[in-house]
Every structure is written in C-alpha cells, then in structure tokens.
C-alpha cells in the first residue's frame, strides 16, 4: 500500500474518543463542543504536517499543501467531522482522515504535485441539529445564502452563526464559489450493496435527490375522558394516517424510492390529553427528479386528506433539499485505474445518502469513492467496518488524488 495503515487507524481511533458514546459511536453534533474538540484535533493534525489552514465564514476548514503550480485550481479531498445524534465513527471521519493520510504520505515520499491539494472539513454536513444537511458545502457553492445558513435554529433556539462564534470558528475567507481542480470523498457505503455482493470499492458515479419536509397538524386540545369520540380534532390521528400512507409511497413509484419519517414531536405529550399539535418529518430520495416531484405531490395529498378527516389545520415546510446529480467521469476513472493497479474488485454505484460531493460537483469535476460497511448499517452506534477495507478505502483515495493532483 502507498499509505500507512497503523497511522491511518490511530488517527480514525483518536478521532473516535471525541464525543465517545457508550455503545460505540459518537455523538458530535454541528457546532456542540466535540465538535469543536474534533475540529481543533484535525487543525492541530493539519500544522504537524506543514499545511496551510484557512477557516471560511460557514467554518469550513481547507487544509492547503502547495503544488508545483501553485495557482492553479486546487486537487480537493474532504468530508465531515460532525454527526448525526449517537452515530457512527467512520461516517464523515474516514473520508477527512483519510485525505490526511494521503498527503501525510506524500510527506513522507517527498511527492511535489502539480496542482496544490486542499483537504476540507465541511460544516454541517449531517443537518439534524441545523437543517438542512451539507449546508457548508451548499453555500460554497451559491446553492443556500449565507445569510439563511447564519439564520438556522437548532430545537432549542441556538442560532447558527452565534454557536459559530461561540466554539471560534467563524472564520475570515468568503464562502463563495470557487473554481475546483477536482473533488473527491471517500465514505462508507452506508448500505449494504458492496457488502453483500462481496466488492471492495465502490465509484460512485452520481447522488440521489432529496427533499426535507415538516409537516404540522393543528387540532383541538381536551379531556381524554369525557370528550365523545365524534367531537374531536385529535392531530394525532390525522399523523399517524399520514404516516401510514407515506410509508406506501415508495413502492408506488420505484424499487429504490425511499421516504421516512424521523422526527416526530407531539403536544402536550400527556396521557389524558387529546394532542392538539403534532410535527413530523419526510425524508424523500431518488435520482429521478420527476418521482420526487410525484412523491412530494402522493405527501401533500395523503397530508391534506387525513387531515380532513380529522378536521385538522396543516402546514408542509420544506426544509431542505438537493436534486439528483451525476459525477464526473473522469474523476470516476482515476477512482477505476487506482482499483485495477491494486487489483480491488469494484462496480459502479450512485449514493443514496447524501454528501458534501453533492455540492462539489457543482463547482468541478467530482467522484467519490465507497467501502463496505458491516451489515451496511450506519448513522447509528451499531455502524462499523473492517480495517482492511478503511485501508484500502483510503489507499485508494491517496492514488486517486495523486492522479487528480497530477493532472
Ligand atoms: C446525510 O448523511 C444524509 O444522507 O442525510
Ligand atoms: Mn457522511
Ligand atoms: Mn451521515
């Protein structure tokens, strides 16, 4: 291998006791304070190995080494260090850490590239805590204002750009678009294809659409007692209706459609009392834009007729979104060759899960890399991969990049 694995996992592992969860995983929400341990740790990480930082107004970090030719559009590799509540190791480290290792690695080999390389550690690219997700790589590329992102609440009222402030990383450089030489990310799967069919590496080839919803329903608050059962406006009912519904969506429109509802909060929340308020979200993905636009219309239908029924009040709010979008294949090729020279099996894929990439690619050539997971299971404690495929994974990242860098 050109990197060097036992390096390469005490980072990842180092990375891990920040935010440590019992089970296993880590808990390090956007702008909380692991993640600001976590991005203090990869700043330090970026000055041992001689790299430039610079910290933009959203707090994304660019870790620079120079090339031969020095302006020219920079050779990108990055990810994210934040996560989902109580998720997993690799999701977001690997791919940082990784882009680490490969220029720790050049270091090491004294490789001078021609085009400078910049590791970038996004802001927000999970979204939970601030909606909508891969908002630092969304407003480097013009797709979310700046200002909107700033304005952002998490459920208790922190406002973005104040918890920015608050852990020190709103930094000077403007977050605007920028010419890219290329962009490329290793992740894990996250699903179980490669897992299952026994392939070592995906190239990922493109990223499916999503759309966030929230969607409140307003009925009448009273006794769970004496009320008659013809006389209420129970939200709760109207909800769960509409979830039921939702949950047949997908099979209506396409084997890969999926949709979820992964947020749900109920007023009051007591025993005896009929709910008056309930909200809940819809996560929607696919890569045809026209069943996105058929399955948000199949939600707002189900919503509004459950709500009748209920005689209840309903809102839908978009709260984030991003359209299907193919890579680039030559940066896919360079993720191809760099399999073949060291003999790994891999196959084309597109992503279902959602990355920075998305955005990148907007800005320049683009490709990511995947590598199994256990059981395909993440943004949970439970995720988990073998060590030889975070290795190789990263190897192939290393390669990849030296080819992009190079070109
Ligand atoms: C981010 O991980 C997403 O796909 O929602
Ligand atoms: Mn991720
Ligand atoms: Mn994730």
């Known amino acids: 291998m050109l990197i060097n694995p036992d ?6 592992e180092e990375m891990a006791r920040i935010g440590a969860t019992k089970g296993g995983g880590v808990h390090r929400l956007t702008l909380s304070d692991a993640d600001k341990q976590a991005r203090d740790l990869f700043a330090k990480w970026a000055d041992d ?48 850490l990784a882009a680490l290792e490969a220029v720790r690695t050049l270091n090491d ?16 690219e999970e979204g939970p805590r601030f909606p909508p997700s891969m908002m630092g790589s969304g407003v480097f590329a013009g797709a979310i204002s700046l200002e909107a992102a700033y304005e952002a609440r998490d459920s208790e009222g ?11 990383y709103r930094g000077d450089a403007p977050c605007v678009p920028k010419s890219i030489g290329s962009y490329l990310e290793l992740h894990i799967e996250q699903g179980p294809a490669l897992v299952s069919e026994g392939i070592q590496v995906g190239v990922v080839e493109g990223i499916f659409g999503l759309t966030w919803l929230r969607v409140t329903m307003k009925g009448e608050r009273d006794h769970a007692g004496p009320t008659p059962m013809h006389m209420r406006r129970d939200a709760m009912v109207g909800a769960a209706r509409t979830i039921a519904a939702i ?20 007023s009051p929340n007591a025993i005896n009392v009929i709910p008056d308020e309930v909200m809940f979200s819809v996560d929607f993905r696919h890569s045809e834009p026209e069943l996105l636009n058929k399955a948000r ?31 680039d294949e030559s940066v896919a090729q360079a993720v191809r060759s760099a399999c073949e020279e060291s003999g790994y099996s891999h196959r084309s894929m597109w ?17 990511m890399i995947f590598v199994p997971c256990v ?33």
């Open 49 to 96: 190995a001689g790299l430039e930082l610079q910290i933009d107004e959203m707090g994304n970090m660019f870790a620079r080494r120079s090339g031969r030719e020095d302006d020219a559009p920079p050779a990108m590799a990055g990810s994210h260090l934040d996560s989902v509540p109580n998720g997993g190791r690799f999701d977001g480290s690997l791919g940082v």
């Open 375 to 407: 059981a395909g299971k993440s943004h949970s404690e439970e995720e988990d991969m073998d060590w030889e495929d975070a290795y190789r994974g990263c190897d192939i990242l290393a390669r990849a990049l030296v080819k992009m860098a190079d070109s």
């Open 7 to 12: 390096r390469f996992r005490q980072s990842i």
């Open 109 to 124: 080999k004294k490789i001078l590239t021609k085009r400078p390389i910049e590791i970038v550690n996004w802001t927000n």
């Open 158 to 168: 922190a406002r973005l750009l104040d918890e920015l402030e608050r852990i020190g």
């Open 297 to 327: 219309k199949l939600i707002e239908e189900a919503a509004q007729r459950e709500a009748a029924k209920e005689n209840l009040e309903v809102e839908i709010q978009e709260v984030g979104g991003s359209t299907p979008t193919a890579f």
């Open 247 to 266: 949950r047949e969506i997908p099979g209506k429109l396409h084997p890969e459609f999926v949709a979820t509802v992964g947020e749900f909060s109920l």
């Open 351 to 367: 992503s279902a899960a959602g990355h920075d990439a998305r955005y990148a690619a907007d800005l320049g050539p683009t490709a």
